[in-house]
T-cell receptor
């Protein structure tokens, strides 16, 4: 079973608030990702990181930021929440290919369902 | 993802076989992953192909042809719990839109 956690699982918040979605993994994976997904739609990459102090923007990165100060922790911050941010946010981690790792699939957290009123 | 093409939806009856095709761009190939995603849940890993050929895992098998940029996921002896979206991923930070498989009694 994957050891990747997201909090909160559900969040309802008003427009204009600043929020941080937490993601932690205890597998020592270097790579971590944030995706946004609406019901029945595809995953959209928001941000990703290949290691500590490394962050990159995905296709849908506007209005959000991430940090990677520790390997295990990859929080996502929305500076000013808007109703268009209402969605499910999925965090994932992935090991590097190498000794002991023959398949580097992504492990997904349970997701945070965000509603912005 | 714009580099990945898979059907939007497939319907099959319980006990049947369904094959989900996926085509992708062949440049800089990193391996081909398949994930299963039930409605409202996170994706879970199903299979990985990096060499040509068939990988079998119980009722699920995945095939890869690198020269053709083509993969398929084969689901055998379909069960109702197999109703889900199946995502093709070429490991380039872009998932396919997924194929919604509906299993009917």
């Amino acid at each position: 079973e994957a050891d990747i956690y997201q909090t909160p699982r559900y969040l309802v918040i008003g427009t204009g608030k600043k929020i941080t979605l937490e993601c932690s993994q205890t597998m020592g994976h270097d790579k971590m990702y944030w995706y946004q997904q609406d019901p029945g739609m595809e995953l959209h990459l928001i941000h990703y990181s290949y290691g500590v102090n490394s962050t990159e923007k995905g296709d849908l990165s506007s209005e959000s930021t991430v940090s990677r100060i520790r390997t295990e922790h990859f929080p996502l911050t929305l500076e000013s929440a808007r109703p268009s941010h209402t969605s499910q946010y999925l965090c994932a981690s992935q090991p590097k290919l190498g000794t002991g790792t023959l398949v580097n699939e992504q492990f997904f957290g349970p997701g945070t369902r965000l509603t912005v009123l | 993802g714009q580099n990945i093409d898979q059907p939007t939806e497939m319907t099959a009856t319980e006990g049947a076989i369904v094959q989900i095709n996926c085509t992708y761009q062949t440049s800089g190939f990193n391996g081909l992953f398949w994930y299963q995603q039930h409605a409202g849940e996170a994706p879970t890993f199903l299979s990985y192909n990096v060499l040509d050929g068939l990988e079998e895992k119980g009722r699920f098998s995945s095939f890869l042809s690198r020269s053709k940029g083509y993969s398929y996921l084969l689901l055998k002896e379909l069960q109702m719990k197999d109703s889900a979206s199946y995502l093709c991923d070429e490991g380039k930070l872009q998932f396919g839109a997924g194929t919604q498989v509906v299993v009917t009694p």
